[in-house]
């Protein structure tokens, strides 16, 4: 149980394009679910904190309009990236936390954003 | 806010020898503790988690951690390490009561030698 998957895996866009990553758990209800963006060998970095049906909470220093996150359902939550650069490519994982004890979250297998 | 530090960025060692991996956290309020493993290009798998009770935890792949509040860690070991374990390893610190957020620490690095 308790699975999170992501689509898509790896995507390479253009600057200047926007690029959507849908987040979905597939046997649970996330009440609340994370962005986070990782670059290479180093940790996660937390972007946003999303509530189903509410407006995303955005981490200092993440600008809301290029990375904006929808969760309009309990078992979807999407980010895109608005005009894509290239120092956007990053890796981006998100995870969810469903209605019971707050203390864990399920991750997704990420995904790799290449912007050329 | 939640500070974790993991001291060891790259750990090398031997297959079949033990290894422990360092965590320590800068919360005085309640914490929940979890170790979690990245493979390269893949998400986060889950090894062991603290919430409360005993303060050894035993996970998956043979791993266990201790919890020991006086000292503020949560080390990471193994008493035999395979090929297989080679991976980044990420301690997580969430605050009990006070929201879903999690700490993440910069990751400690297992190569495993044959």
């Known amino acids: 149980g308790a699975v999170v998957s992501q689509h898509p895996s790896r995507v390479i866009c253009k600057s200047g394009t926007s690029v959507k990553i849908e987040c979905r758990s597939l046997d649970f209800q996330a009440t609340t679910m994370f962005w986070y963006r990782q670059f290479p060998k180093q940790s996660l970095m937390l972007m946003a904190t999303s509530n189903e049906g509410s407006k995303a909470t955005y981490e200092q220093g993440v600008e809301k309009d290029k990375f904006l996150i929808n969760h309009a359902s309990l078992t979807l939550s999407t980010l895109t990236v608005t005009s894509a650069h290239p120092e956007d490519s990053s890796f981006y994982i998100c995870?969810?936390?469903?209605?019971?004890?707050?203390?864990?979250?399920?991750f997704g297998p990420g995904t790799r954003l290449t912007v050329t | 806010a939640q500070s974790v530090t993991q001291l060891d960025s790259q750990v090398p060692v031997f297959e079949e020898a033990p290894v422990e991996l360092r965590c320590n956290y800068s919360s005085s309020v309640s914490v929940y503790l979890f170790w979690y493993v990245q493979y390269p290009n893949q998400g986060l798998q889950l090894l062991l988690k603290y919430l409360s009770g005993s303060t050894l935890v035993k996970g998956i792949n043979g791993f266990e951690a201790e919890f020991n509040k006086s000292q503020t860690s949560f080390h990471l070991r193994k008493p035999s390490v395979h090929i297989s374990d080679t991976a980044e390893y990420f301690c997580?610190?969430?605050?009990?009561?006070?929201?879903?957020?999690?700490?993440f620490g910069t990751g400690t690095s297992l190569t495993v030698i044959p």
């Open positions: 997580a610190v969430s605050e009990k009561g006070i929201g879903r957020q999690f700490y």
């Open positions: 995870s969810a936390a469903d209605r019971g004890p707050v203390y864990e979250q399920y």
